[in-house]
């Protein structure tokens, strides 16, 4: 497991995750939907078929969605009500000029949490505080997760995440 720690205007914490499979990656996104609360926002990366949609999906589950959670790509936001509204975006189609136009601000500071799947495109719209999470296929149904808190809360969330075996 790679550990990465260091302060700077928003203290960082990042370490790698092993996804032995769906279920594995169903966990962390229960764990990090216990955690959530307004306003959070999970930037979500990775290659075609890596696993973004899963974690969402299992993300959703734990909060309480109800119904079918599939990826926003020709809608770019689709909205679901669980513990916490669910804001779910796919920003793979669209520039950072069109996103701009979009108001995604007022997602990310809403009575939600925001996760948005192709994150990369738009970073100068994303929060400085947020948890990045980058999937990538490793073999098979196994993924290495990138987990990287920025700021309060996210930092401890990563820094307090259990092995994988550990979380059920």
Known sequence: MKVERSVEAY????????????????????YFAALAQPGTVIALDGDLGAGKTKFSQGFAAALGVRGIVNSPTFTLIKEYEGRLPLYHMDVYRITQDEAEDLGLDEYFEGRGVSLVEWASIIPDLLPAGRLNLHIEHAGGEGRLVTCEGIGAPYAAWVENLPEPGVLE
């Open 11 to 30: 203290e960082t914490y990042s370490r790698t995750w092993i996804s032995r499979g769906e279920a594995d990656t169903a966990r962390l996104a229960g």
